[in-house]
């Protein structure tokens, strides 16, 4: 197995701040570069080990997803390294897991869309019967489908965990156009990708993604419906009242609730095996994406 890539320095480059997997450097007044580390995270824990090759992965997805939805704009200018500003076209490592983007104003929520009632949004269900304020019918099952997607955004939290919100919020702080066209975008993202996937044998479940402001228009940013912000389940092993087979990092999710961790001190090392079935579920991600 190769070296995971975790951490990322390049001379003469300024490194803006490192989030959990993505490292982003300023390249000019207009354009910053992003780097997909090898890094992964749960339980809002990174591990101190990542898995070889993820970031270049996430990229591919991230990047095919761009291709495909073009009833948005987003916030990609190149993706080939060799032709970004330097420094960054000199460093060889970027290859393929590196995008030049400009510079915009971020939507300070996450933008969630759920077609299967699973995560924290089951957790909710499960004291209030509803999810961010939406009630849902009465007796749903841990993974049922929904009678139909739903949008439930959430806070952005630098320490500890997101937290569901109302809609209402998002108005508050955006407006209601703005709220609502960022609402409807995302469960048309959804939708879409939900549809592409289909054929291909992947349910998807629910999707986190991104958006900002520029020049007064919402574009798609950061990363798209990859294994690391959505969650990719295997149809033909699926069955409602379960957690379901997933090509995503849940399963990272479930191995470590068989672990003593608790969950609140440093994350431990992740087993080979764990960080190589992991690693052949993004895999497996790509390629069906592909076909």
Known sequence: MSEAIVTTEIEGAKKLF???????????????????????????????????????????????????????????????????????????????????????????????????????????????????????????????????????????????????????????????????????????IYEFARDYLKPRGIILADTKLEFGFLNGEIILIDEVLTPDSSRFWDSSLYKAGSSPVSFDKQFIRDYLDTTSWDKNSPAPALPDHIVQKTLEKYEETLKRLQS
């Open 18 to 188: 490192s989030g959990k997997v993505r490292d982003v450097y300023e390249a000019d007044a207009e354009h910053l570069v992003i780097v997909s580390t090898d890094r992964i995270s749960a339980f809002d824990f990174v591990f101190p080990n990542g898995i070889p090759g993820k970031g270049i992965l996430l990229n591919k997805i991230t990047n095919l997803w761009f291709s495909k939805l073009d009833f948005i704009q987003n916030h990609i200018v190149e993706t080939d390294y060799k032709k970004f500003p330097a420094p960054y076209c000199n460093a060889d490592f970027l290859k393929d897991r590196a995008v030049l983007v400009k510079k915009v104003k971020k939507v300070n929520f996450e933008c969630i869309a759920r077609g299967y009632i699973i995560g924290s949004g089951w957790k909710d269900y499960q004291k209030t019967g509803a999810i961010c304020g939406i009630q849902l019918p009465a007796g749903l099952q841990l993974a049922q489908q929904l009678p139909r997607p739903i949008f439930t955004p959430s806070t952005k939290a630098e320490v500890g965990h997101d937290e569901n919100i109302a809609f209402d919020a998002m108005v508050d702080e955006y407006g209601d156009k703005d709220a609502s066209q960022i609402r409807d975008y995302t469960l048309k």
